[in-house]
């Protein structure tokens, strides 16, 4: 492993691996004065290997990214032009599944004491915190900002001061946002994941005709609760069975997403006018809904916020936020040994304040 010097100038170049989740994921970002340019941006999915089981399978994710890990890396080096420009290594360190975390981990680690590279273990939240800067031509959001972070595993709002200075605001007490369009499409028999299906089933649905109670979990608060309404739709197709396409099934799939929608929205907005900021940001997979995005642009224009959403590739899981949340914590003189393992569970204040 390279001396711990602390690396605080830019430009910076540094490959990053992700694989906390069900994506093998490489990329090479490189940031300089003008912001982030992303120079390769490799990603594996492994849903159709996870769908039969409607879920993430920890034992086959892990078998899937040591399966292609190899490829992958190779694949983000070339289109970036090798090893010459690298000035470090990044990988994902947690939260996330341990085995499928490993695989990202260990490679990288072995990569940059093979390299002679300094290396820095990033955490995946604060990766999707930070993933709208990824893209400068379509505007980067000002400090300080609130972040919804809404994926398959985690939905938190975070109040964010700088790259380095962060705060979690409130978190789902039960399902993330994404696992409950992920149940909710299970019991609709719809597939999986079900965020994809549900969206595109919603567009012609008419939300108002099977509404449900938006899950608004202690109103004032800024947690989130969406296990209720998972049981609300498991309460209604017990009671009038799973409608079809063209005889009720859209309209069900746009009360259920206007719910979890309504939730999301109006809890962002709470965070910003409680905490006083004008810049907003959504994260993480279900940030590529688009009830979602109509719905955050109308209520954040209406109160005057700033609202940045990165493009669909840049919101689910990939390695160039990974690298980017590198480049950060590698300017704030942050790097990790070839010791650092993978955490299961790791608090963005704890990763921005450098405890590992
Ligand atoms: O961020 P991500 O790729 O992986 C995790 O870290 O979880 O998010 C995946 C989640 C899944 O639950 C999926 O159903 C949801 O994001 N998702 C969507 C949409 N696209 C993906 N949810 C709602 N609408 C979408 N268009
Ligand atoms: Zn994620």
Not at 215 to 237: I, N, Y
Not at 323 to 351: F, N, P, Q
Request: glycine letters at 10%; charged letters at 15%.
């Amino acid at each position: 492993m390279a001396p711990l010097v602390p690396m605080v100038k830019l430009p910076l170049t540094v490959l990053a691996i992700e694989s906390s989740c069900d994506e093998t994921a490489a990329a090479v970002v490189r940031v300089d004065a003008h912001g982030a340019r992303i120079l390769s941006d490799v990603i594996a999915s492994q849903i159709t290997e996870h769908a039969p089981y409607g879920g993430v399978v920890p034992e086959v994710a892990a078998r899937a990214h040591l399966r292609v890990i190899d490829p992958v890396v190779r694949q983000a080096l070339a289109e970036a032009n090798g090893w010459e420009s690298l000035d470090a290594i990044a990988a994902t360190a947690g939260p996330g599944l341990v085995g499928a975390l490993l695989i990202g981990l260990q490679t990288a680690k072995t990569l940059a004491w093979a390299r002679g590279l300094p290396f820095v273990g990033v955490n995946h939240l604060v990766g999707h915190i930070l993933a709208a800067f990824l893209h400068p031509d379509l505007g980067v959001p000002g400090f300080p900002y609130v972040a919804l972070l809404a994926s398959g595993g985690h939905t938190a709002l975070y109040r964010v001061d700088s790259p380095g200075t962060m705060r979690e605001l409130g978190a789902t007490r039960d399902d993330a946002a994404g696992e409950a369009f992920d149940k909710i499409a299970r019991i609709l028999g719809l597939g999986y994941p079900g965020g994809p299906i549900i969206d595109r089933l919603a567009a012609a649905g008419n939300a108002m005709a099977v509404p449900f109670t938006s899950p608004m979990h202690r109103k004032g608060s800024l947690e989130f609760s969406f296990s209720g309404l998972k049981t609300a739709v498991a309460q209604h197709v017990r009671m009038h069975g799973v409608p079809t396409k063209g005889a009720g099934l859209e309209d069900l799939a746009a009360g259920v997403q206007h719910a979890i929608v309504e939730s999301l929205v109006s809890k962002l907005v709470a965070a910003a006018v409680r905490e006083g900021v004008v810049h907003a940001v959504i994260s993480g997979g279900v940030a590529a809904n688009r009830g979602l995005r109509a719905a955050a642009a109308k209520a954040c224009a209406a109160r005057g916020i700033a609202l940045h959403i990165p493009p669909a590739q840049s919101c689910t899981d990939n390695a160039a936020m990974i690298a980017y949340a590198g480049v950060m914590a590698l300017m704030a003189g942050k790097t990790d040994g070839i010791t650092l393992d993978a955490r299961a569970s790791w608090s963005v204040e704890d990763a921005v304040q450098g405890r590992r």
